[in-house]
């Protein structure tokens, strides 16, 4: 038997009498009907629960790291939850004040942070800048002379420590666009200055090592160069950022927060850090949370070859794949629980040969066209990195609670492609 593992679903995946998936009390085979495809399914409460984990292991200073996935629901979920929220453009600051989130529970990211982006946020009040160069603190120091508050501020570092992750998500090394170096002395320099500086308060630091991280041992050995830098400087506050690895295919494990949560404040411990410790989890709060739902269009067999099967997405709203090299598991909406015997290439509707969503992907042998395929573990970075790519609308986001569904992103329409474009 090749079924899907049941862990990859979401927490309230079920089968139902027909065999089909059921996700938060909803027949997924009538939200495909009912909202079309391809469609983001979330499942409220696995996001509800994973927020809380976060926020039991970490305490109320967590903050979601929205670039994994954000809307206004999401925004709105997350701080009712008790999590702060980390942003890192105008656009994701925007969202979430737009979403009722008071500026003081926002953390502002980003390497290259405009003039304009930090006047807004300084001048609302953000809870936290992650400053990521001295130009930054440039910036900062000007604005507060012009008559801004004086911001809450950590300093990121990148401690040398390079994760064993795709090598674009990793964000630890020396070799990095983010942070200041520790092993340079240009972290020493930054918080030196940041701390002498009248127009900054200095709060501690910020570390993130990159993302899709499965080992603890990498996160251990962040701490562990970091924590004589943190006492020494007497920092109240040290972020481990987030990166922690979820599962996306049978046969991978990955930590529960709790877990990761516990190895830290265990590394955080030994190595004598008494800051207060925080992180910044993004895809171990929601990849699990979803799955994306699509509709068979083309099964097209090359003879001792491969055989192709085209859905009606592809790198639109799954960039993951061309991007990092990504894996993933489909299956059949209809028939959870199938053997997966027959091998295809799932691809998408994109004109490109690199629109590969899976490559020789493992589903039922009676996979015909009009089926609904279903990829798991789709939470993370789907939408969030959907494009318009060959004019194709971006697809519609539904939560799903208690037989409930509810549109939290509609489908884009064929005019929403003509709403900047003036002729």
Same mark, same amino acid.
């Given at each position: 038997?090749?079924?899907?593992?049941?862990?990859?679903?979401?927490?309230?995946?079920?089968?139902? &009498?027909?065999?089909?998936?059921?996700?938060?009390?909803?027949?997924?085979?009538?939200?495909?009907?009912?909202?079309?495809? &391809?469609?983001?399914?979330?499942?409220?409460?696995?996001?509800?629960?994973?927020?809380?984990?976060?926020?039991?292991?970490?305490?109320?200073?967590?903050?979601?790291?929205?670039?994994?996935?954000?809307?206004?629901?999401?925004?709105?979920?997350?701080?009712?939850?008790?999590?702060?929220?980390?942003?890192?453009?105008?656009?994701?600051?925007?969202?979430?004040?737009?979403?009722?989130? &008071?500026?003081?529970?926002?953390?502002?990211?980003?390497?290259?942070? /405009?003039?304009?982006?930090?006047?807004?946020?300084?001048?609302?009040?953000?809870?936290?800048?992650?400053?990521?160069?001295?130009?930054?603190?440039?910036?900062?120091?000007?604005?507060?002379?012009?008559?801004?508050?004086? &911001?809450?501020?950590?300093?990121?570092?990148?401690?040398?420590?390079?994760?064993?992750?795709?090598?674009?998500?990793?964000?630890?090394?020396?070799?990095?666009?983010?942070?200041?170096?520790? %092993?340079?002395?240009?972290?020493?320099?930054?918080?030196?200055?940041?701390?002498?500086?009248?127009?900054?308060?200095?709060?501690?630091?910020?570390?993130?090592?990159? %993302?899709?991280?499965?080992?603890?041992?990498?996160?251990?050995?962040?701490?562990?160069?970091?924590?004589?830098?943190?006492?020494?400087?007497?920092?109240?506050?040290?972020?481990?950022?987030?990166?922690?690895?979820?599962? !996306?295919?049978?046969?991978?494990?990955?930590?529960?927060?709790?877990?990761?949560? %516990?190895?830290?404040?265990?590394?955080?411990?030994?190595?004598?850090?008494?800051?207060?410790?925080?992180?910044?989890?993004?895809?171990?709060?929601?990849?699990?949370?979803?799955?994306?739902? !699509?509709?068979?269009?083309?099964?097209?067999?090359?003879?001792?070859?491969?055989? !192709?099967?085209?859905?009606?997405?592809?790198?639109?709203?799954?960039?993951?794949?061309?991007?990092?090299? /990504?894996?993933?598991?489909?299956?059949?909406?209809?028939?959870?629980?199938?053997?997966?015997?027959?091998?295809?290439?799932?691809?998408?509707?994109?004109?490109?040969?690199? +629109?590969?969503?899976?490559?020789?992907?493992?589903?039922?042998?009676?996979?015909?066209?009009?089926?609904?395929?279903?990829?798991?573990?789709?939470?993370? !970075?789907?939408? %969030?990195?959907?494009?318009?790519?060959?004019?194709?609308?971006?697809?519609?986001?539904?939560?799903?609670?208690?037989?409930?569904?509810?549109?939290?992103?509609?489908?884009?329409?064929?005019? +929403?492609?003509?709403?900047?474009?003036?002729?």
């Amino acid at each position: 038997m090749n079924a899907l593992e049941f862990s990859l679903l979401p927490d309230s995946a079920e089968i139902g &009498p027909s065999g089909q998936l059921i996700i938060g009390g909803c027949d997924t085979l009538e939200l495909a009907q009912r909202f079309g495809t &391809p469609l983001f399914v979330y499942d409220e409460q696995h996001l509800r629960t994973r927020c809380r984990e976060a926020v039991a292991a970490f305490g109320p200073g967590v903050n979601y790291a929205t670039k994994a996935f954000l809307c206004l629901a999401m925004a709105k979920l997350a701080a009712e939850e008790g999590c702060n929220l980390d942003v890192s453009t105008a656009g994701e600051y925007h969202v979430a004040r737009s979403a009722g989130v &008071p500026a003081e529970r926002l953390v502002l990211h980003g390497n290259n942070k /405009s003039t304009d982006e930090l006047r807004r946020a300084m001048a609302e009040g953000v809870g936290r800048i992650i400053v990521d160069s001295f130009d930054e603190l440039d910036r900062i120091e000007a604005l507060v002379a012009e008559g801004l508050g004086r &911001p809450r501020v950590l300093i990121r570092v990148t401690p040398g420590v390079e994760a064993h992750t795709h090598e674009f998500v990793r964000t630890g090394q020396d070799d990095s666009k983010f942070g200041f170096g520790l %092993s340079t002395g240009m972290a020493e320099l930054a918080v030196v200055r940041a701390a002498s500086s009248d127009a900054i308060d200095l709060a501690g630091i910020h570390a993130h090592i990159g %993302s899709q991280v499965f080992d603890a041992r990498f996160f251990e050995m962040a701490i562990e160069v970091l924590a004589p830098f943190v006492e020494r400087h007497a920092l109240e506050e040290f972020s481990v950022g987030g990166g922690l690895g979820v599962a !996306y295919v049978n046969g991978e494990a990955a930590d529960t927060l709790t877990e990761w949560a %516990s190895a830290v404040h265990r590394a955080c411990a030994a190595a004598g850090i008494t800051a207060r410790v925080t992180a910044e989890p993004g895809r171990s709060l929601v990849a699990q949370a979803a799955v994306t739902l !699509y509709e068979v269009g083309t099964i097209k067999d090359i003879p001792g070859i491969r055989t !192709y099967v085209s859905v009606d997405g592809g790198m639109s709203d799954n960039a993951r794949p061309i991007l990092y090299g /990504s894996q993933y598991e489909a299956f059949l909406a209809r028939d959870v629980a199938a053997d997966r015997s027959r091998t295809v290439t799932i691809v998408g509707k994109h004109c490109e040969s690199g +629109d590969l969503l899976i490559r020789d992907a493992q589903v039922p042998d009676d996979l015909a066209v009009g089926d609904v395929l279903a990829t798991p573990v789709t939470g993370a !970075y789907g939408y %969030s990195l959907a494009s318009n790519y060959n004019k194709v609308t971006r697809p519609a986001v539904v939560f799903v609670s208690n037989g409930e569904a509810r549109l939290v992103v509609r489908r884009e329409t064929l005019d +929403d492609l003509l709403t900047l474009d003036l002729g």
